[in-house]
């Protein structure tokens, strides 16, 4: 039968849980139980013991059990007080006479005896001293015998090679004990010798270790000394012949925490020496460890982390955080562990190493790289994710609830089953190969993969491909996510498998790259941390907010500020992706192609003003804090970029001003809110030009009387002014006419105003012909009665005043008698209307000459009197005279006075017609 050397054996003695040969089973002590466990974790057989300690030979075909039990002696005496003293009772009267009615004569008092009994607290004696008993026991925990060694055995380690017990006490005693038979017990000399335990205390070192390889059995005790001596054979032990041949080997200077047998058969002791500096010495390597060490305690002696390969040529000490593989004497490598180790072991050949921690890491190391291990912590991580809690929180009690140490380890033959215990649960992972094929991007090697079985999480390395040792049973395969800087690594399937032996087919992990994606703020962006290609985000449009209103002054403005406050609000404004600007969109869609930043920028908007009538309240400024009270923004409209955030509003009193009237202006408005103690500016244009000729024209301001267009006042309430304007109107007027007073064809006028407008009464004039104003026209309607040259006209509206003109001709008049009328200007079409003065004449008397016309000169045309010439151009006219008869026929007295009478008529008719004429 091929030997399984699973554990060194000074770890049988002191650890606690091994292995057995066939690797089905597993040796399990705890402070109140012995127990065998099978490789499913079920208990196979259990029996109570007191912190006992367990051994087991090379193949693990027996288990050698020290149970450690107290024996308590206590003896109890209870005792008590016996009292008897008098006492006078004195009876009530009515008492004495009711008894005597009924024939009972009683005196007023009475003695008795009162007889008392006092317990007093019982009287304990106890005793108690340690025993110990060992039991030799099959594989599966069938007792072969048992036996006890007596009240002086305080056993510290034990040993065995399935035919005897060795058993050790603190008091450096040796008990052998074979077939439920104490056949050995004797003291450890410094000398070597052997000496017979005595039957008082005895002042030997505590043996801390003890080995059995086939007959030798090496001690170690806790002043360094290691002890060899030989197990008698059958034939010796029954002829009762025999030399334990006890042999003094060395000193390590420190107390021997740890003994195995290399691959020659000789011992290795690990010697911890405790100073004000500990340090341990590996004997006889002449290795010194400096690290920080670690002394475990628990239901045996102390002992260092610390064990020894199965072919002997490998020893593995724990320090500090790491653990040193040392091979053949000298060191090999090193691996820094998370936590400090609290328990270790390897394979045969030490290429498999199982290691615990005092924080519950397991990890499973070959060839000194990990390719097994859990923790508490990503254990619980792992299941609430799957639970559905892929936030990973949890709090500091479920922390600490989980985290428990690994209290001892043991590992199979090849390495591929081990177990490790931690306080009082033990766990087995018996393992079988399967294959895997890692897809993923270059940059994501080396990755993860944890396989859940049971409550437990065992985390891989994994390369481009390889082996995962995977539990029996049904297990659940999940390749985990793997960070490095700004992108990840995602697995994109779980498997669940059944195992129960190597997997033919290889398992496909693939895995996709995705890019951190920082959201800000991230509870108001709703979007994936880590993303590739094309990805929407969205944001709460209207966050809310946590809003401060201050404002100094009476009830009514802080009643305003309460208002202000509830319409203060955030509003989403737009995105920045990466530096860039993008539009107010509640949904932006975002191409990921590396590391990306995507915030949503907000802004504050608060009402500017808040009143109750011609009071209110002005903004004066916005501050946003974060949580920090650090200043985010501020302004009128300040914007932020984190969450949450408490605004502050600042407002100070203000009144209303305003202004009335056409054009004008307070502080560039038609009304403000000033605040109180400012100064606003009034403004009233001085001319209003309101269109088609018509303008306003600045007089003054209606409530203050003052005349400049311009005024300041501080503002120390409501406030309205109004200007007053006059209105005008543009009169144009046609060159060469003119309004008299002004300068130029264009004047602008006062509505109701008069004016006088003027033009020449003739225009141009050359060569016997002119032209003359003839009327005026007034916005292009004429005004055949205003024919003035000078005419006076009320302005009511905008004016454009022009004039029609008129051609006209030069008349010259001759006349051979009389006086011919002077020349004159007759209209073009006019009737020259003239005769000489007189129309008729004497001469020489009596000849009678009657005007009788007129004859254009230049065409000979003659107009009988009284037809008068039509002009129609310059000309001359030459007056036509006939030769009256009758005068020549009257002659005389008569004759002189018909000619007086006739001349006298005459004057008269030619006096009218000149009349006409002027008119």
């Known amino acids: 039968m091929r030997l399984l050397f699973v554990l060194v054996l000074a770890t049988f003695a002191l650890a606690y849980v091994m292995p057995t040969e066939s690797l089905d089973t597993f040796y399990w002590a705890q402070p109140g139980a012995v127990s065998v466990v099978g490789l499913d974790g079920r208990t196979l057989w259990s029996q109570n013991a007191m912190y006992p300690l367990i051994a087991t030979d090379r193949a693990g075909r027996c288990l050698a059990v020290a149970n450690r ?31 005597r009615q009924y024939g009972v004569q009683l005196p007023q008092t009475i003695r008795v005896w009162l007889n008392l009994t006092l317990p007093l607290p019982p009287l304990v004696l106890a005793s108690v001293y340690k025993t110990t008993i060992v039991s030799l026991h099959a594989p599966y925990g069938y007792p072969h015998w048992a036996v006890n060694l007596g009240p002086r055995a305080n056993v510290t380690a034990i040993g065995t090679n399935c035919e005897y017990v060795v058993a050790a006490t603190i008091f450096g005693e040796v008990y052998v004990v074979r077939d439920g038979r104490i056949v050995g017990n004797f003291l450890l000399d410094p000398r070597g010798a052997v000496r017979r335990a005595p039957g008082v205390n005895v002042l030997d070192p505590p043996v801390t270790a003890v080995a059995v390889v086939n007959r030798t059995v090496y001690v170690g005790t806790s002043t360094g000394d290691v002890y060899r001596f030989i197990l008698p054979t059958d034939e010796e032990f029954r002829s009762g012949r025999f030399d334990w041949q006890l042999t003094r080997l060395a000193n390590c200077g420190g107390a021997v925490y740890g003994l195995y047998v290399d691959a020659r058969g000789e011992p290795v002791a690990l010697c911890f020496v405790k100073r004000e500096r500990p340090y341990a010495y590996v004997h006889p390597y002449g290795i010194w460890i400096l690290d920080a060490l670690l002394a475990t305690y628990g239901i045996d002696t102390p002992r260092l982390v610390s064990a020894m390969s199965q072919d002997g040529r490998w020893l593995f000490v724990g320090a500090g955080s790491d653990i040193i593989a040392i091979r053949d004497g000298r060191v090999a490598w090193r691996f820094t562990l998370p936590a400090k180790p609290s328990a270790v072991a390897a394979s045969w050949n030490g290429s498999v190493v199982a ?25 619980l991580l792992l299941l609430r994710a799957v639970g559905g809690n892929a936030t990973g929180n949890f709090t500091l009690a479920e922390a600490l609830r989980q985290v428990r140490p690994v209290t001892s380890v043991a590992v199979s033959f090849d390495g591929q089953t081990a177990a490790f215990e931690m306080w009082d649960s033990l766990r087995v992972l018996y393992t079988a190969r399967a294959q895997y094929i890692v897809d993923a991007p270059g940059e994501c090697l080396p990755l993860e993969a944890a396989v859940r079985s049971g409550d437990v999480a065992y985390i891989y390395r994994l390369g481009r491909s390889g082996s995962l040792y995977v539990p029996y049973g049904q297990v659940s395969v999940y390749p985990l996510y793997r960070y490095v800087g700004e992108f990840r690594c995602r697995p994109l ?13 290889p398992l496909v992990l693939r895995y996709v790259k995705e890019f951190k994606v920082a959201r800000q703020p991230a509870d108001l962006v709703k979007g994936p941390d880590w993303a590739s290609g094309q990805v929407r985000f969205s944001a709460e449009p209207m966050p809310k907010i946590s809003v401060q209103a201050v404002v100094q002054g009476d009830e009514k403005v802080a009643r305003l500020a309460e208002a202000a406050r509830g319409r203060t609000a955030a509003r989403l404004v737009g995105w920045v992706v990466d530096g860039r600007q993008v539009g107010p969109f509640p949904v932006v869609a975002v191409d990921v192609r590396g590391p990306v930043e995507v915030r949503a920028v907000y802004e504050v908007s608060a009402p500017e003003v808040v009143s109750e009538g011609d009071v209110g309240i002005k903004l004066r400024n916005v501050v946003v804090y974060d949580l920090q009270g650090n200043v985010v923004d501020a302004g009128m409209r300040p914007r932020f970029d984190v969450y949450p955030v408490n605004v502050v509003v600042f407002y100070v009193p203000a009144y209303r001003v305003s202004v009335g009237g056409v054009g004008a202006t307070v502080n560039g408005s038609d009304a403000v809110w000033a605040e109180l103690g400012s100064v606003v500016e009034f403004k009233a244009p001085e001319v209003v030009d309101l269109g088609n000729g018509t303008r306003l024209v600045f007089v003054g301001w209606a409530e203050t009387g003052e005349r400049s267009p311009v005024v300041r006042a501080e503002v120390r309430g409501p406030m309205r002014l109004t200007p007053v304007y006059r209105r005008q109107y543009v009169v144009y007027v046609r060159p060469p006419a003119k309004v008299e007073g002004a300068v130029g064809n264009v004047t602008w006028a006062d509505a109701g105003s008069k004016i006088r407008v003027v033009i020449p009464p003739v225009l141009s004039e050359q060569a016997g012909v002119r032209t003359a104003f003839k009327n005026w026209v007034i916005n292009g309607v004429p005004n055949a009665t205003l024919n003035a040259p000078a005419v006076e006209l009320t302005v009511r509206r905008p004016l454009n005043i022009t004039y029609e003109t008129k051609r006209q001709y030069l008349a010259v008049f001759t006349s051979s008698y009389g006086t011919a009328p002077p020349s004159m ?32 000169v230049a065409t000979g045309v003659v107009y009988s009197y009284p037809a008068m010439p039509v002009v129609t ?22 004759a002189a006075g018909a000619v007086f009478l006739i001349w006298f008529l005459r004057r008269r008719r030619l006096q009218r017609l000149m009349a006409e004429v002027a008119e």
């Open 69 to 99: 039990p107290y024996v308590y002696d206590m003896q109890i005496w209870r005792q008590s007080i016996r009292m008897s003293a008098p006492a006078d009772i004195t009876l009530a009267p009515e008492l004495v006479d009711a008894l």
């Open 493 to 505: 399937q779980n498997f669940t498998l059944t195992i129960f032996g190597d997997l033919a087919e």
């Open 825 to 856: 200007w007759i209209d073009e079409g006019g009737t020259a209307a003239a005769v000489p003065t007189p129309t008729d004449v004497w001469s020489p008397p009596p000849l009678h000459w009657v005007f009788a016309g007129w004859r254009d």
């Open 873 to 894: 151009g310059p000309a001359t006219y030459e007056a036509v005279w006939s030769l009256d008869p009758l005068p020549l026929v009257a002659i005389g007295g008569a």
């Open 355 to 379: 290691v615990g921690t005092q924080a519950g890491h397991f990890y499973v190391l070959r060839d000194g790289a990990p390719v097994i291990r859990t923790d508490p912590i990503s254990t």
